[in-house]
């Protein structure tokens, strides 16, 4: 005789770069297990694998996890996260000037009141010389996991790399250069031959990239000081 097994609850949520409906369960043992096991390998490239395939299996709308922002995934498992263990989070805070473990001070984070804040100057349409333009994209885990997986020698490679991966097209009056039908080698040679102030116009588009941001304030216990901070990104909250 087969045991029961009980129907889990469904939930939406949208994602934030397209304001698009997705519907979603808690993710269950087996899958807290494996994130669990992933935490502990202290390994970037099995914690971003296994994240993908925790929302894979827990969004019930078609979606390609692959191609998610960055900010897209780490929403969506917060909100997933929020539904399966619980809506508050707990985390300690210390004082900037205090060394006293009294200082530290507990403070609860509702997740499923988290956003993904757009700075309003962000811009993915970016004009660079005479008639010609530049369209970027917002880079996956993907990116960052193969980047981490092959390497690059040095920081700079590293920035030039992501850069061309987020080039979604190139434009002129009369074209429109997409990305993917273009060798790296020509991406590399287009971007090295900017100004230094037409890259800072991409960099400002990285730089003001939307971002799952949370504002909190304290007072500190001991010495009374008050502290105005920014949580940023999946692993402020986790």
Do not use: W
């Not at 939930?11 to 297990?33: C, D, G, M, N, W």
């Not at 970016?126 to 690059?152: A, Q, T």
Request: aromatic share 8%; net charge negative; glycine share 2%.
């Amino acid at each position: 005789m087969a045991l029961p097994v009980q129907n889990t609850p469904i939930y939406t949520t949208e994602i934030p770069s397209t304001k698009e409906a997705i519907k979603f369960r808690p993710f269950l043992v087996k899958e807290q297990k494996s994130l669990l096991l992933a935490q502990q390998s202290d390994d970037i490239n099995v914690m971003a694998d296994t994240l993908k395939d925790v929302i894979r299996l827990c969004v019930q709308s078609p979606i390609d996890v692959n191609k998610l922002a960055i900010f897209d995934l780490e929403y969506i498992f917060s909100q997933i996260r929020a539904k399966s263990v619980g809506e508050n989070v707990e985390l300690i805070f210390s004082c900037d000037v205090c060394e006293d473990e009294k200082a530290n001070v507990k403070l609860s984070i509702d997740l499923t009141k988290l956003k993904v804040e757009t700075d309003p100057t962000h811009e993915a349409k970016i004009h660079l010389f005479n008639d010609v333009g530049i369209m970027m994209k917002y880079p996956s885990i993907n990116v960052l996991n193969s980047l981490e997986k092959y390497g690059v020698d040095t920081e700079v490679d590293l920035v030039f790399d992501i850069v061309c991966q987020s080039i979604d097209y190139i434009y002129d009056n009369n074209e429109v250069y997409h990305a993917h039908e273009q060798t790296k080698e020509e991406l590399v040679t287009f971007v090295n031959n900017l100004t230094t102030e037409q890259f800072g116009k991409i960099e400002t588009f990285f730089e003001t990239m939307p971002k799952l941001r949370q504002k909190v304030n304290y007072t500190c216990p001991v010495c009374s000081r008050i502290h105005n901070k920014v949580l940023e990104g999946l692993n402020s909250f986790f």
